[in-house]
């Protein structure tokens, strides 16, 4: 089992429309979790880190289940500019302070 | 406000040639610094990560080096290039707070390398 997954999707969505990705993770012990976002041919940049309660930030809302051990991310009001993929990132947990990444959705927004 | 520098952006290099890509941070002191590549149309795969000056960890077996010969400078390096390590190579750092947890990890603009 990967240490972190995600559906590769692609989501082809229309501009506007409301998408959701969900990511799961295996180890029960990890304490800090974000979302990237990586554009074609470019380096990951960070979107959102995600806290336990939950957060939002403008259009884009990350959600955090302990229990199920699964990160969501959902976003609103889609636009062009929103195409990428998105990866989810996961701490070690060990000593050595590394993140775990996803291999990524890709998400696509047309006119 | 800090920043984190790589070159060259793209490389084009022979089977066999040596290789020094080079990765700078500027405006914060003492990161964690990180190697990963990411070949075509995969995720990202850690090569390096290095918590201090002359600390260097390796993840993976390969025929790629790092050295981390000041604070904020971490390179990464190859006696004799193999057609498989053509990729996107792509520097990062963090910081480490609290002492405990793993910090958000920030990256360079990457160096895309092309083995033929």
């Known amino acids: 089992r990967k240490e972190v997954e995600q559906d590769p999707g692609p989501f082809n969505v229309p501009e506007g429309a409301t998408v959701a990705f969900n990511c799961t993770y295996s180890n029960s012990a990890s304490q800090s979790f974000f979302w990237y976002r990586q554009d074609c041919r470019k380096e990951p940049k960070l979107l959102m880190s995600?806290?336990?309660s939950g957060n939002e930030d403008g259009r884009f809302t990350a959600q955090l289940n302990r229990a199920s051990q699964y990160i969501s991310l959902l976003i609103r009001d889609s636009k062009l500019s929103d195409s990428a993929t998105y990866l989810c990132?996961?701490?070690?947990?060990?000593?050595?302070?590394?993140?775990?990444f996803g291999s990524g959705t890709r998400l696509l927004v047309r006119p | 406000s800090q920043t984190i520098h790589q070159w060259p952006a793209t490389l084009v290099q022979p089977v066999g040639s040596p290789l020094s890509l080079e990765c700078t941070v500027e405006?914060?002191?003492?990161?964690?610094l990180y190697w990963y590549r990411q070949a075509a149309g995969r995720g990202l795969q850690l090569l390096f990560y290095s918590v201090g000056i002359g600390q260097i960890s390796s993840e993976v077996p390969q025929n790629l080096s790092a050295s981390r010969p000041q604070d904020r400078q971490f390179i990464l390096s190859s006696k004799k290039l193999l057609l498989s390590d053509s990729g996107f190579y792509l520097c990062a750092w963090s910081r480490i707070w609290g002492g405990a947890f793993p910090d958000t990890q920030y990256f360079g603009p990457g160096t895309r390398l092309t083995v033929l």
């Open positions: 995600v806290y336990s």
């Open positions: 405006g914060t002191s003492n990161p964690n």
């Open positions: 990132v996961v701490s070690k947990m060990d000593s050595s302070y590394k993140l775990i």
